[in-house]
């Protein structure tokens, strides 16, 4: 397999497990992207207890996570490639709604807003953020339809400008500087604490 592979390969695996979710309004699962020399990248749920999704946000689950020892050794290992967050919320777009524009304004702004989901216009969506070794992010979503199915998922690897922020995001990226410190990623942009 080859460095421009890999990123080709987590967004297939990443599409493929989101394309598989049957069921909404599931728990989080904090994963990791795994390299097999003989069948590419697969995917699997690092051992985080539901208590822990139905108690705290995502984002102090994932800090926490990063200074469990068991979780820590599993995302450290060798073949392991990426780690990410698969969840549910809900997205706006500036052309949602006149509110959504307005909340999207406030956000940048720096001030307060309502939550998406008290938006009118708003899409309920399954993703999975992921950020490799290397301090590449990557967006796979999929849009719940009407009927309750799901679209299927995009997603693709965002380049610089496009870099996801808040606390979901820079959590992923202090647990990647927890297992991997000597990586890209723990060279990457926007770690928790530094002003974006």
């Not at 979710?21 to 690092?46: C, I, Y």
């Not at 985080?48 to 450290?76: C, G, K, N």
């Not at 796979?140 to 998922?153: E, Q």
């Amino acid at each position: 397999m080859t460095s421009t592979d890999l990123p080709n390969q987590i967004l297939t695996v990443a599409r493929a497990s989101l394309s598989a979710r049957t069921r909404w309004d599931e728990m989080p699962e904090l994963l990791v992207f795994k390299r097999h020399s003989d069948t590419g990248v697969s995917v699997q749920p690092l051992p985080i207890p539901d208590l822990l999704w139905e108690l705290f946000h995502p984002a102090e689950v994932i800090v926490a996570s990063a200074r469990a020892t068991r979780t820590t050794t599993i995302a450290a290992e060798a073949d392991t490639v990426a780690l990410a967050l698969r969840s549910e919320g809900f997205a706006i777009t500036p052309d949602t709604s006149p509110q959504a524009a307005e909340a999207m304004r406030r956000r940048m702004a720096g001030g307060s807003a309502p939550r998406n989901e008290d938006i009118p216009g708003r899409i309920e969506q399954r993703w999975i953020n992921a950020v490799d070794r290397h301090g590449q992010q990557y967006l796979v979503t999929a849009d719940r339809l009407s009927d309750g199915s799901a679209a299927p998922a995009v997603g693709h690897a965002l380049d610089d400008s496009e870099r996801l922020g808040g606390a979901i995001h820079e959590a992923l990226e202090v647990f990647c500087q927890t297992v991997w410190p000597c990586s890209a990623a723990a060279a990457a942009p926007h770690r928790l604490g530094e002003p974006q």
